[in-house]
């Protein structure tokens, strides 16, 4: 199982200490970005910036520079929160022409920066399954989605994931312990030391869980939930990497409970080397403990025009049936993209019918104060 859920970082704390770094250097960013690379005579240069678990079919891809006349330069930013900084502090000197991988905890920091472009291609008219805001239409400073598009501030919608709890379904056996029924019983003694969280500040899945028990729990509820999980032994590390694959018992870990995704199960299952009629581990859908995440693609203000008519193939080719039907396994998300198959694989991949969600205007104003509150609660 690898890719997707090594996105980490979408929180908001490190971003001034990070800002300090790169703004103290200067031209940093500039001198260590990848050198351009020379296009063919008759290809554009489209310079795009990802997060680092961006991965497509090469096939795929290759097929796209040949249909467009486009050599794409793929540069990975890091994790998602990593890579918006790097963007936003480079601004006066892109180091990109489009961005993918801004998701809607994300969004509201990008659309304040004004590094993103107002998009025109036939994506901002089509409609998205899921969009880059959630809830009612935003106040006035910030822009309302394009109709059925999902598109927010020029952000076009690619993939879609939920993050939620995932369980150790051996671990669970052997111990004839049940399973918990709502999040307040992950509190009981029964499951103390159980659970394994990645940090918001740190991690985007963590982040996600985070808002998803504010959202769904209750702000007040929530802080008294996570300080009695603090009493519970709830252990808290820095990535999704970490809390998976050392963390969890399925991995040789000691906590059959870690915040993952709902695609997972089904990763495990297409990873494995053996071939397995059902996952080893299982989704745990609690209220208050899933939250969707979309991801989105956006021209980046100050790339020369034959890049911008080349951003914008590239994002209709992200929007394209045979890049969203190849996402559930190679970026272990969701297609956005009406009518688009899934692998046989994703059978073990239950998507949830409830959610949780927040709508832009609450994210653009209370993100950076929770994740402040939980530091406080939950580590100090």
């Given at each position: 199982m690898q890719r997707r859920f090594l996105v980490t970082g979408t929180g908001l704390a490190w971003v001034l200490s990070g800002a300090m770094v790169w703004a103290a250097s200067g031209q940093a960013l500039a001198q260590n970005a990848p050198p351009k690379q020379s296009p063919s005579p008759k290809s554009t240069l489209l310079r795009v910036m990802t997060h680092s678990s961006f991965d497509l079919p090469k096939p795929l891809l290759a097929q796209f520079e040949k249909d467009a006349g486009v050599k794409?330069?793929?540069i990975k930013g890091g994790d998602a929160g990593e890579m918006?900084?790097?963007l936003i502090?480079?601004?006066?000197?892109p180091v990109a022409d489009v961005v993918f991988g801004i998701d809607n905890?994300?969004?509201p920091r990008a659309l304040a920066s004004g590094i993103l472009d107002?998009?025109?291609g036939a994506a901002a008219q089509s409609k998205a399954l899921a969009g880059m805001a959630e809830g009612p239409a935003p106040q006035k400073d910030l822009p309302a989605p394009s109709a059925d598009s999902g598109v927010v501030g020029g952000v076009v919608p690619v993939t879609q994931g939920f993050v939620s709890l995932n369980i150790d379904k051996v671990w669970f056996q052997k111990k004839g312990l049940a399973l918990p029924q709502n999040l307040q019983a992950l509190a009981l003694?029964?499951?103390r030391d159980l659970l394994v969280v990645p940090n918001p500040a740190t991690s985007s899945p963590g982040q996600a869980f985070l808002l998803a028990t504010v959202a769904g729990l209750g702000e007040a509820a929530a802080w008294d939930w996570w300080a009695q999980m603090r009493g519970n032994g709830v252990k808290v590390v820095k990535g999704w990497s970490e809390a998976y694959y050392t963390e969890f018992s399925h991995n040789g870990g000691t906590r059959p409970l870690v915040v993952s995704y709902a695609t997972s199960p089904a990763a495990e299952v297409f990873y494995s080397k053996d071939k397995l009629g059902a996952s080893p581990t299982a989704n745990l859908f609690l209220p208050g403990g899933v939250f969707r995440q979309v991801e989105g693609a956006a021209l980046l203000k100050g790339a020369a025009p034959a890049a911008r008519l080349a951003g914008v193939k590239f994002i209709e080719f992200l929007r394209s049936v045979p890049v969203q039907q190849a996402l559930p396994t190679s970026m272990w998300m969701y297609p956005v993209q009406p009518g688009?198959?899934?692998?046989?694989?994703?059978?073990y991949a239950q998507a949830p019918t409830k959610f949780?969600?927040?709508?832009?205007?609450?994210?653009?104003?209370?993100?950076?104060?929770?994740?402040?509150?939980w530091t406080q609660v939950v580590l100090k």
């Open positions: 794409l330069q793929l918006l900084n790097k502090l480079s601004h006066a000197a905890t994300l969004l107002t998009y025109p003694p029964a499951y688009v198959p899934l692998d046989a694989v994703m059978q949780e969600r927040l709508p832009l205007q609450t994210l653009s104003t209370q993100a950076a104060r929770w994740q402040q509150r």
